[in-house]
């Protein structure tokens, strides 16, 4: 079984930066792709950011130049540098990861408050 920890979230001020993290864990890792999704109350389930195994990336338009994704394949964690956060960036963030087999895994989710 896949298990996944984030980690990292928490209240900043507007204009602030945080950076989160999530380790995956278990057996039979072939991990495709690892991205990161959040959700706002109110609102569906949306993609921020994802890195394939070799490296490619994907970003929201409402993130791009102010959010990075990054990854360590050999410890199967993969991170997200949040600059410049403004308070429509607050929601819970999910880490996803694909894997070659195509199973998908989520994370309990992190929450990410931007408020003065």
């Known amino acids: 079984q896949v298990q996944l920890v984030e980690s990292g979230g928490g209240l900043v001020q507007p204009g602030g930066s945080l950076r989160l993290s999530c380790a995956a864990s278990?057996?039979?890792?072939?991990?495709?792709?690892m991205g990161w999704y959040r959700q706002a109350p109110g609102k569906q389930r949306e993609l921020v950011a994802v890195?394939?195994?070799?490296?490619?990336?994907n970003y929201s338009d409402s993130v791009k130049g102010r959010f990075t994704i990054s990854r360590v394949n050999a410890k199967n964690t993969v991170y997200l540098q949040l600059n410049s956060l403004k308070p429509e960036d607050t929601a819970v963030y999910y880490c996803?990861?694909?894997?070659?087999?195509?199973?998908?895994?989520w994370g309990q989710g992190t929450q990410v408050t931007v408020s003065s």
């Open positions: 278990g057996s039979g890792f072939g991990i495709y792709a």
């Open positions: 890195i394939t195994s070799g490296g490619s990336t």
């Open positions: 996803n990861i694909q894997m070659f087999r195509g199973s998908v895994y």
